[in-house]
């Protein structure tokens, strides 16, 4: 009898496996998400302070920051904001979503996230604090989106990890609780790449309807989301077997008239308010042009704006765009994870780089790279300008970043199981499609590091022939500028050095021509041993002398050096500057401003920039339209 209720017990669990299955990646997913709460909530209260609304309210936010007291590491402390919400867009969020009329009304922000600060005002009593709540809630809510969107893509191992490192990730916890759109725009860009792939996976007119209304509702978060919907629903058509191309395109026409049904009245009210249905758009430009020393009255268009630049800057535009897209998305990420462990950064970082290249070798994957690239398409250009390099500009990438990660760290996984199960090497069958992809890979692989190399001397070469001047500083890219033996970029305080490992180091520059220029040193002599010698560089311009430096240290400064450079020492093109010093002597003797250095490194001097300033009047240049 026993053994009769004993088979009947195994038969129910095999039958019933996939369900129990369902069921522990929902507790697990469910857990993840609370655990981001708590996080969140430590971090609002310890910000703002408790919730100023008695009841209900109170209690539960306050019973989820206790939890998440706990919960954190405990070098993690969050300090008291004194003047909540001054100087920037979150105390313009609440003063617009208190006077909106309407959701489709004309406006300079877009409707979904004004909509949802106005629901938590409503929640929390007309309070200032409901702007933090806002940012918050979507920045939780991002935990089940990005386990669907990772398990849609690669399954559900690959979504729990992604969703539990999104949870932790205390970069994410700060910027959250400040009450800007951003952890709302990750939100919906996130759902709307679950949406994509399960289009991609079955283009059925009911999965065409869902990420129409997703899409629609991304791009009246950020109106700028148009670029995503457009370039994912066409790399779908264009990625989709002969067999079910048509199919696909119709259902991205349905997806696409479906967002366009969504996001017309809004485009509509602005273009009958101001003429111009892009308006919430355009408007920003001013803020740019203002800070590229241009007036701001003037009315330009973002695509005038980026067209503008190209034309007149070619170089610094290809250079700048590049590094918006490629590399300071990538690079700012993962410091949230620091806290919690360094070698685990380190893994989900080296992760995510190999992860984004395995995306390419997968239709899914390629879907999620092209919506991260286009996504970034309208901030890659003003990234360097003013405060547009903040981190949370760029944060809707983030949890396409962690999926990559660790769907790399699953098929690695995976790879060393089979490698342990059967240890014999065998070539893998490679098709010609294959073999085409990885040729194409490696080939953008190369001239996108040939462009990384090689781009700063041409946008070096092309403001100076603006009549600009050029700052090379310490930092690693700039790197490349400098000749011999240099230490790795330092940084105390706000100023980044380095120090020379050898008496002679140099720097290269690429002049538009032979013309007068003002160079700037920043240099910083050897203080702790009293020996003249020391504290002499002779200066030297494409092997002619210029003049010999008599380096002073300031406590308080790193010293300045200016010097005007002879048309005659100048040649166009390539030129190079050497400094030369009388000797080194050990890190250990140079004084505490080399103690960051190996005791037994051999230092001559510090340094911090080079300037070069053209004295003899721009080469002719495109001005602005």
Known sequence: MLHVLLMQIQRLLRLNRSLYWRVARTAAVALLTIWAAALRADALVGRYGPIPVPGWRHDIVQALANMGSVMRPRSVRWSREPTPYVGGDPINYLKYAREMRSFYQPHVREPVYLSLVRSQLWLLDDNDIAVSTASALASVLVVPVTYLAGAAAFGPVVGIGAAAAWAIELDSVRWSVEGWRDDTFTLVMTLMAWAFLRLAQDPSGRR?????????????????????????????????????????????????????????????????????????????????????????????SALHFMGRNLVGRPFQTIDTVSGGLFSWPFVEKWQGFQRWSEPLTLLLKGSAACGLVLLFWSATGRILLVLVISSLIPYCLTWVLGGGGAWRFHEHTYPVYLIAAFHFLQQAVR???????????????????????????????????????????????????????????????HRWFLI??????????????????????????????????????????????????????????????????????????????????????????????????????????????????????????????FRLEPLSGPVPVPQEP
């Not at 990420?211 to 457009?230: F, K």
């Not at 049904?261 to 509509?268: C, H």
């Not at 040729?439 to 022939?465: D, H, K, M, N, S």
């Open 208 to 300: 065409a309807l869902v990420a129409g209304t997703v899409a629609g509702i991304t791009c009246l978060t950020r109106l700028t989301a148009l670029i995503p919907v457009v370039c994912g629903l066409a790399w779908m058509v264009v990625e989709a077997p002969p067999e079910r191309r048509r199919k696909m395109t119709l259902a991205a026409g349905v997806s696409l008239l479906t967002a366009g049904l969504l996001v017309a009245p809004f485009l509509i009210s602005c273009a009958r308010e101001w003429g111009d249905p892009f308006y919430a758009v355009n408007y920003y430009t001013k803020y740019y042009r203002f800070v590229e020393g241009l007036s701001p009255s003037v009315n330009e």
């Open 415 to 477: 790879a060393a199981a089979a490698f342990v199960r059967r240890p014999s090497l065998t070539m893998p069958d490679l098709t010609a499609r294959t073999v085409l992809r990885g040729a194409a890979l490696v080939t953008a692989g190369v001239l996108i590091w040939i462009a990384y190399l090689v781009l700063p001397f041409f946008v070096q070469r092309e403001t100076l022939a603006r009549g600009e001047p050029i700052t090379i500083d310490a930092r690693t890219r």
């Open 484 to 609: 011999g033996a240099w230490s790795e970029a330092h940084t105390t305080g706000n100023v980044t050095i380095r120090a020379a490992r050898e008496p002679h180091v140099g720097m290269r520059a690429l002049l538009p021509r032979r013309m007068d220029y003002q160079l700037t040193l920043r240099l910083d002599p050897i203080s702790a041993i009293d020996a003249p010698e020391l504290k002499k560089v002779a200066l030297f311009v494409n092997g002619q002398a210029l003049q010999n430096l008599d380096l002073t240290y300031d406590a308080a400064r790193v010293g300045t050096y200016r010097l005007r450079i002879p048309e005659q020492m100048t040649r166009n093109g390539l030129n190079r500057i050497d400094l030369l010093a009388s000797r080194t002597v050990a890190a250990a003797s140079a004084g505490t401003e080399f103690a960051w250095l190996d005791r037994r490194e051999p230092v001559a001097f510090r340094f911090w920039y």
